[in-house]
């Protein structure tokens, strides 16, 4: 205002301050015209009703507010129209903000749509990054906006009251959409995408109900994305985020996602369940993660374990599949089958096999059968023993094992 006295004649200046009036009273204006408009969406007259619910759309978002915040004491017939213009009014207005976001070159704008820093922070910026973040809003738009909450809150060092009702609000979703899977009901990409973006905000363990969606999720309406490259790229950077903070009772499957979508972040669960304390095939799926993700470091753990000569699979020589049987279906003649040679894999041979790898050594000496390629296709066949060589392939294990052992330094 001193500025504007300064420069006009006083006359002048007061009629340029005049002139931002109407400006100031159309708004008033119009914030009345919404008040007087949503009242009348509970008038006793239907045509009364119905025009003032098409004159509050034509308004569009700027209505949204009021609309939003009607009194407790609302009817109702007033709460019913309001929500449902509020989900037309936003629903309008998503697909503006989405054809903007999508066209923009600088993808930092987010446009007023919740969670994309996050977002574009974990999955990059691609177009594919935008589509599928998009996915999200259209399946779970207040979850995504309790999550642009928590990361701000996090950013700013705030406290983490927010980060529980979000976690609680997220489990409650999964367990939600997990009935709608069972009962045979569509769940979306989106679905997904927004847990396991939860999950990156998440401190600890993710709760058992949300992994449990996130796996179902994997198997059925992620399946089709992960098989598509640019989307594959976006979903492994969030599942990166999950995988480290699953609970033990799934790790046998977290490590079999991981090994398959090259996700290195799964060693920690690798390593943690070795021990004869797990199932064998825990423990075997540990051993092949190790061997294709593993480092220097953990050469000396499966070392220690060649002298464990656990069984893990009974084969035959007439087939590759695990525990085959051979009886005849019911109402059929038994045959008289022939004397099978029985094949082992146990832990020592997994062990062994894991760390030739490691120290790019050839496996042929020992394992025959076997190549780089093929175990790391996630096929133990090839270093299956026959059981009657079992003894000798150990003491082999055992021979090679023994001068590739670090013992510790006595002083």
């Not at 973040?133 to 779970?140: C, N, V």
């Not at 920690?268 to 092949?288: M, N």
């Not at 050839?362 to 175990?375: C, N, R």
Request: aromatic share 6%; glycine share 6%; hydrophobic share 40%.
């Amino acid at each position: 205002m001193p500025i504007v006295a300064n420069i006009l004649h006083p006359t002048v200046a007061l009629a340029v301050l005049l002139s931002f009036q109407p400006i100031q009273a159309e708004e008033v204006h119009l914030a009345g015209a919404i008040t007087k408009l949503i009242k009348q969406l509970d008038s006793a007259d239907f045509e009364t009703r119905e025009r003032s619910a098409a004159e509050l759309l034509l308004i569009g978002p700027g209505t949204l507010a009021q609309l939003k915040q009607l009194p407790a004491d609302s009817s109702k017939e007033l709460q019913q129209r309001s929500a449902e213009l509020t989900q037309e009014i936003e629903r309008q207005l998503f697909i503006v903000q989405s054809r903007s976001f999508l066209t923009d070159q600088d993808e930092t704008n987010d446009h007023g749509l919740p969670g994309w820093q996050l977002f574009r922070s974990l999955s990059g910026g691609s177009r594919v990054s935008k589509l599928l973040f998009l996915e999200m809003l259209k399946s779970q738009y207040p979850l995504a906006q309790q999550i642009q909450t928590v990361h701000h809150k996090q950013l700013s060092g705030g406290d983490m009251v927010e980060l529980q009702q979000l976690t609680l609000n997220a489990s409650l979703q999964a367990e939600q959409l997990l009935r709608k899977m069972h009962r045979g009901a569509e769940v979306g990409v989106g679905d997904g995408v927004a847990l396991l973006l939860t999950t990156a905000l998440i401190d600890g363990t993710v709760p058992v109900e949300i992994s449990d969606f996130i796996l179902s999720s994997i198997h059925k309406n992620m399946f089709e994305y992960l098989r598509r490259p640019g989307y594959k790229i976006c979903l492994r950077q969030l599942l990166a985020c999950w995988i480290p903070k699953t609970h033990d009772g799934i790790s046998q499957k977290a490590m079999w996602v991981a090994y398959d979508l090259e996700l290195a972040v799964v060693l920690p669960i690798a390593r943690k369940h070795l021990s004869d304390s797990f199932d064998r095939i825990t423990r075997e799926y540990a051993i092949f993660c190790l061997a294709k993700f593993g480092e220097a470091s953990d050469i000396a753990k499966l070392l220690s374990l060649t002298s464990d000569e656990t069984i893990v699979h009974e084969l035959d020589d007439r087939s590759v599949d695990y525990n085959v049987s051979r009886v005849a279906p019911p109402g059929l003649p038994v045959e008289v089958q022939p004397s099978l040679s029985q094949k082992l894999v146990r832990v020592n041979d997994l062990a062994a096999a894991a760390a030739m790898i490691l120290m790019n050594e050839d496996p042929g000496s020992i394992f025959p059968g076997m190549t780089k390629e093929s175990f790391l296709g996630r096929t133990s066949v090839g270093i299956a023993v026959d059981r009657e060589l079992a003894d000798q392939r150990t003491q082999q294990i055992k021979d090679w094992a023994a001068p590739r052992q670090v013992v510790p330094d006595a002083g």
